[in-house]
């Protein structure tokens, strides 16, 4: 059931505390390159403002850094945070890349701030952006494709290199905008769970046909802890667990070692609030992680997986890499 979904990766650039920003995208560099050898499909960076232990706000910089230095894998933005930036400042950047790198640029794009409300402010202080983003999309798509002869602004270059649009959400707004559009759809499953039944649903039952795409293609972003057994699984785990504890109470998102057990590090509330947030993980060995997955695809008939891989360890990290590629063959 696996063998002809494709996966693929979300990274957000994690940095443990005292570490370098040279040294955390050093590394972020090599999982690209042994996601590449592995055979990945996607490797999207997240678009993130202002967050300490997350390497990830100069997004097309990376795109193209990543792209320059991998061979098969597509990359793109997972996604580009679109009431941050000028839509014809994103066509030229995302033109200029798939000009590079022909045939493996992906836009994913959001709109949301990737941010709290002061940074998303210090960002841009037009705070209805976020409302035009059904009409900055289409802006995009016309900015991205053919000149139609009347268009009074051109994206030089950008303009007929039609990179592929993919609209990513964690509510239903996106999901019923994606199916108007016809465009592919990414759920945030990886720190939103709480919609994913609706919203898949909703994409699929009201999608429009395009020009872009026949019938409706669903990606999901989960969590993923794998190891070679379920117990190292569930001990790696704490460190994301110890990450979106400190997200919820407003702290550094310093990447952790994994501790022994979280008991003495939260309260039953945090734990709820945590364990909520991480309900999608995928988290476990060969035949956990396979299971799971199994069942995703049968109850969501998602088309492609995008994972999350926090470990702090890298060659643990590198090795959950081979773990996936290994439970699909």
């Not at 964690?170 to 016809?182: D, E, H, R, W, Y």
Request: hydrophobic content about 40%.
């Amino acid at each position: 059931m696996l063998t002809n979904i494709p996966f693929s990766l979300l990274e957000l650039a994690p940095m443990p505390q005292g570490a370098t920003v040279s040294n955390t995208l050093h590394k972020t560099t090599k999982y690209a390159q042994r996601a590449d050898e592995l055979g990945f499909n996607r490797f999207w960076l997240a678009e993130h403002h202002n967050m300490p232990g997350i390497i990830c706000a100069a997004t097309s910089i990376l795109v193209g850094h990543i792209a320059g230095n991998t061979e098969k894998i597509r990359v793109g933005s997972g996604g580009i945070m679109l009431p941050n930036h000028s839509t014809l400042v994103v066509a030229e950047q995302f033109g200029t890349l798939e000009s590079l790198y022909p045939g493996r640029i992906d836009l994913g794009l959001g709109r949301a701030p990737g941010s709290d409300q002061v940074t998303s402010r210090a960002l841009n202080s037009d705070m209805s952006r976020a409302e035009r983003f059904p009409q900055e999309v289409s802006e995009l798509q016309t900015l991205l494709g053919p000149y139609n002869g009347t268009h009074p602004i051109r994206a030089i270059p950008g303009e007929n290199t039609n990179v592929p649009i993919w609209l990513l959400g964690s509510s239903l707004f996106s999901a019923q905008l994606a199916a108007q559009k016809g465009l592919p759809y990414v759920f945030a499953g990886h720190f939103a769970p709480r919609f994913v039944h609706d919203a898949i649903a909703l994409y699929k039952r009201e999608f429009k046909a395009s020009s872009v795409l026949d019938k409706p293609y669903v990606m999901l972003a989960l969590p993923l802890v794998a190891a070679d057994t379920d117990d190292e699984a569930q001990h790696l785990s704490t460190t994301s667990k110890q990450r979106v504890l400190a997200l919820i109470r407003g702290k550094e998102l310093w990447l952790k070692p994994p501790v022994d057990t979280m008991d003495g590090l939260w309260s039953e509330q945090e734990r709820a609030h945590v364990e909520n947030f991480l309900s999608l993980s995928v988290t476990g060995g060969h035949v956990s992680i396979k299971h799971k997955l199994e069942m995703i695809v049968k109850q969501l008939e998602v088309d492609e997986f995008i994972f999350t891989n926090d470990l702090f360890d890298e060659e643990k990290r590198h090795r959950a890499l081979e773990i996936l590629m290994e439970i699909k063959h």
